[in-house]
Nanobody
Framework: QVQLVESGGGLVQPGGSMRLSCAAS????????LGWYRQAPGKQRELVAD???????NYADSTRGRSTIFRDIAKNTVYLQMTSLKPEDTAVYYC???????????WGKGTLVTVSS
């Protein structure tokens, strides 16, 4: 069982930046793709960025250039750094771990990010 715990959400002013953290249990980086998703009010959950076990990153068009996903293997933590935040970035941000070969997937409980002045 994989456990994912997000932190770092809160209120951010437009144009500001944030860093979200996702602490994972177990030897997760070798076997799972780690990702950040978000769900805005009234909208479907969408991918923000993910990183493979080899460290290959992938970004959604809506956040490419403003977001960076990276990991600290020693700390078993994956991060999402976002800059130039906009009100439309307001959402609950979820950490996800998925294993393509088996279809196994785990989610954190999410952390709310509100971009507002």
């Amino acid at each position: 069982q994989v456990q994912l715990v997000e932190s770092g959400g809160g209120l951010v002013q437009p144009g500001g930046s944030m860093r979200l953290s996702c602490a994972a249990s177990g030897n997760i980086f070798a076997f799972y793709i780690l990702g950040w998703y978000r769900q805005a009010p009234g909208k479907q959950r969408e991918l923000v960025a993910d990183i493979t076990s080899r460290g290959i990153t992938n970004y959604a068009d809506s956040t490419r250039g403003r977001s960076t996903i990276f990991r600290d293997i020693a700390k078993n933590t994956v991060y999402l750094q976002m800059t130039s935040l906009k009100p439309e970035d307001t959402a609950v941000y979820y950490c996800n771990a998925r294993q393509v070969a088996t279809g196994m997937e785990f989610w954190g409980k999410g952390t709310l990010v509100t971009v507002s002045s």
